[in-house]
């Protein structure tokens, strides 16, 4: 629903209610969903994943000023897999350790295997899968991961070479700011493992950025220290695109 998700978060007014804001998509379909059960199902994810009015603003910020899609759908990601265990636990878990092996393709039956251990990592379900449901829900995880760009091709799914956008990775720098981490565990943050990044990527890309005075980013033995553009994600959000 990324398409969707940006259509929506970009006509949202910050003066209405949540709710009010979903009853509006509802009547209006400004959208143009396809059917009414689909509509309806886009208005009942966007109410359980996202909160406009709090953490969730800067995103819709963005999407509102029009940031270019392929730089606000990383962020999407990230917004959205604070509370999607399953999601954020096969991107984290499985498909960035795929990549460091330096598998090729990503195999249906692999994830399989992958979600018949899910509970050793607190996934909890109602009850158990059936090969039927396992089988859907690995399918699922992989078109998820190819809609990010972290995979690519239809029938058959190949690991690709991920680039998270300069100004996302700021973005997402400053999240990880808000929530109180030092500048060294932003930096082996496991967050960076949904854009397939090893904390060598990330010291890589603060170094470049640090050339460019984008940043500050000094490291004297295992002291680390990091200064970023503005105080807060919401600050920088609203930089991003003046």
């Known amino acids: 629903m990324i398409e969707e998700t940006y259509a929506v978060f970009a ?4 003066d209405r209610t949540k709710r009010e804001n ?10 143009g969903a396809k ?10 994810v966007l109410n359980r994943r996202f909160d406009p009015a709090g953490r969730d603003r800067p995103l819709v910020v963005l999407a509102k000023r029009g940031l270019p899609v392929d730089e606000w759908r990383p962020l999407l990601l990230w917004h959205m897999t604070r509370d999607e265990f399953l ?14 092996a330096g598998t090729f393709r990503a195999r249906t039956r692999d994830v399989e295997s992958y979600l018949a251990e899910i509970s050793k990592r607190g996934g909890k379900t109602e009850h158990a899968w ?4 396992a089988n859907r829900v690995a399918a699922g995880l992989l078109k998820v991961a190819a809609d ?35 500048p060294g565990k932003v930096v082996t943050s496991r967050d960076w493992r949904l854009f ?17 005075r984008k940043l500050e980013y000094q490291v004297a033995g295992s002291l680390v220290e990091l ?14 695109v003046a």
């Open 22 to 31: 979903l009853a509006h998509l509802r009547d209006q379909n400004f959208i």
């Open 11 to 14: 006509a949202w007014d910050f």
């Open 196 to 212: 397939l990044m090893r904390p060598s990527d990330v010291e890589h890309e603060l170094l470049r950025l640090h050339q460019f």
């Open 148 to 182: 990010f760009g972290l995979l690519r091709g239809s029938v058959v799914k190949e690991l690709a070479p991920f680039h998270l956008p300069e100004r996302s990775f700021l973005y997402l720098l400053h999240a990880m700011r808000d929530q109180r981490l030092s």
């Open 130 to 133: 059936s090969e039927q449901t």
């Open 227 to 240: 200064s970023l553009p503005c105080a807060s994600t919401g600050e920088y959000a609203e930089r991003m």
């Open 35 to 44: 059917s009414v059960t689909w509509l309806r199902d886009v208005a009942k």
């Open 87 to 100: 999601v954020r636990d096969f991107l984290e878990n499985w498909l960035f350790q795929e990549f460091e």
